[in-house]
């Protein structure tokens, strides 16, 4: 038998511990077949094996996102982005570019403010009146947790000063008692709800582009999280289940809402259900809100007071992680203040029977904010800690602002990988962009947006970085067998990169991706 492809690279780092060094590697039929000297891998070439020379390139596991949005994020490819906006009134700039271009009475959707980088308190909804006085607008904070809305879209929404606050939301409001155009937390959805949904086609060409995008930068598996509507899951699962061969150039591991729990398991519905593309994977839980929202649940109060919102209380989460557990479902659990994982590590403690005994790995999603007490509370459940190190790049300057008192319990992912704690990195995208480069540079260097440095003592290695996006995140979904390493008999998923990441981050690049043994990015430009 010879390979399809054999890929020769001026070193392959295999994240493998029994052999981590290559020269070499193939694949045939989407599986490795081969990885070692570049003598070991021709040996596996014929008269139709493609055989590609990198000769200054490093090539390394296909990486892993452990925790996205992937329809969002490639709906929002499209919208007004503001994450990089770094005033308000660049930011009213870019509203009012979209309200010029889009016919009157269309929706304008947007993403990324802050209010830390913006330097403001509060948003109005007058400023946004102002630039599209005949458009409804909605745009999401950078974490997703709250909206700013123009007069337009809250009448379109029938929001007004007697609507009642949500549960778990807030509808900020002036001395009057009139909505100021700012929504905390589930009040965005008084707004959210009422937009027109995008339709199948729409759906299909969104996930395409968050395909290409995720591609480029060397992303072969995704851990979709599940706050999206129903139709935009359906939509991913028609598209990931069709993946191989190039078809689409991700697997998808699938959260659902906790709330469907009940309706999952009255039809058989489980976690570990799909195939090598698509499968489905946990329940997702929110303990708490986040941070540039001041929603996110701490043990001590925000300087203005308030300590924040707790989502799933405690009992709740018990009740329903037990529940999770008997239906086959990883409970995954978002929780950025350290309040908010500490309940959620004592309610894993009080259904560990359940959990352990279905062979579940729960996920503590961002585990931002801990407090000293809790980091070997977390190790000793054997739990896995999926974190966004790129989030502190834009959280930093917050974190100081907010906490002075209490930086060290910031983005422990020192303290939590010497305790034991299995680390697998992702983006949140599209609350950051989804790029695995950017976030080790962030897990290394530790430094702001803001220019200082955040907690330098918990600063990884480059090496334990790069596992934080293979090895790392192919165990927290149960495919270290087969994921996350350059083996014999695992999947060809491959990223190659324009030089050694162990030998300097600046200037690092991807030069191509592999997923099941098809270029899903820069394959056109590479010999052989």
């Not at 070439?45 to 452990?66: I, K, N, Y």
């Not at 599209?132 to 974490?143: I, N």
């Not at 709800?193 to 480029?216: I, K, T, V, Y």
């Not at 430094?447 to 290695?461: N, S």
Request: glycine share 12%.
């Amino acid at each position: 038998m010879t390979a399809d492809v054999v890929l020769l690279a001026g070193r392959v780092r295999t994240m493998d511990a029994l052999r981590p060094l290559a020269q070499g590697i193939a694949w045939r039929a989407g599986r490795l077949v081969a990885v070692g000297t570049r003598d070991e891998v021709l040996a596996w070439s014929g008269p139709r094996t493609r055989v590609v020379e990198a000769p200054e390139a490093c090539a390394l596991p296909g990486f892993h996102d452990a925790h996205l949005h992937l329809t969002q994020h490639g709906l929002e490819l499209e919208q007004v982005g503001l994450a990089d906006a770094a005033t308000l009134d660049e930011g009213l700039e870019r509203v009012a570019e979209a309200a010029a271009r889009l016919p009157e009475g269309s929706w304008i959707l947007g993403a990324g403010f802050a209010l830390q980088r913006w330097g403001v308190r509060d948003l109005h909804r007058a400023d946004l009146d102002r630039v599209a006085p005949r458009h409804p607008v909605l745009l999401r904070s950078q974490d997703h947790h709250a909206a700013w809305v123009n007069g337009a879209a809250l009448a379109a929404a029938g929001v007004d000063a007697a609507t009642p606050d949500p549960g778990h939301g807030t509808v900020v409001r002036d001395a009057d008692g009139a909505p100021t155009g700012l929504l905390l937390e589930r009040a965005l959805h008084l707004v959210w709800d009422r937009l027109p949904r995008p339709d199948a086609a729409a759906l299909g060409r969104a996930l395409d582009a968050a395909g290409r995008d995720l591609a480029a930068r060397g992303i072969t598996t995704v851990h979709h999280m599940a706050y999206e509507p129903p139709s935009y899951w359906r939509a991913l699962a028609s598209r990931a289940s069709r993946a191989g061969g190039g078809a689409y150039p991700l697997r998808v591991w699938a959260c659902i809402p906790h709330a469907d729990l009940e309706r999952a398991a009255a039809i058989g519905l489980a976690g570990g259900h799909g195939g090598d593309f698509f499968a489905i994977g946990g329940a997702k839980f929110f303990a708490d809100g986040a941070l540039g929202s001041r929603t996110a649940w701490m043990l001590d109060a925000y300087p203005e007071g308030g300590t924040g919102v707790a989502v799933d209380g405690p009992d709740v989460l018990i009740e329903r992680f037990e529940l999770a557990a008997g239906a086959g479902f990883v409970p995954v659990t978002h929780a950025i203040g350290d309040a908010a994982n500490r309940a959620v590590i004592a309610a894993l403690e009080a259904t560990a029977s359940a959990w352990r005994a279905a062979g579940l790995r729960p996920r503590v999603e961002h585990a931002q904010h801990l407090h000293a007490d809790d980091v070997a509370r977390l190790a000793a459940l054997g739990a896995v800690a999926s974190m966004q190190p790129i989030h502190l790049t834009f959280d930093a300057a917050s974190v100081r602002a907010l906490f002075p008192d209490r930086l060290d319990r910031a983005y422990r992912t020192r303290d939590l990988l010497d305790a034991g704690v299995p680390l697998a990195f992702g983006s949140d995208t599209p609350v950051a962009p989804p790029d695995v480069l950017a976030g080790v540079r962030a897990a290394v260097g530790r430094l702001g947006a803001d220019g200082l440095v955040l907690g330098a003592g918990q600063a990884l290695t480059v090496a334990e970085a790069l596992q934080a996006y293979t090895t790392g995140p192919a165990f927290a979904i149960g495919r270290e067998g087969r994921s996350g390493m350059l083996r014999e008999g695992y999947d060809a998923d491959v990223v190659l990169l324009d030089h050694d990441p162990l030998a300097g981050l600046d200037d690092l690049a991807v030069v191509a991706t592999v997923m099941d043994g098809a270029f899903t990015h820069g394959g056109e430009g590479l010999g052989g």
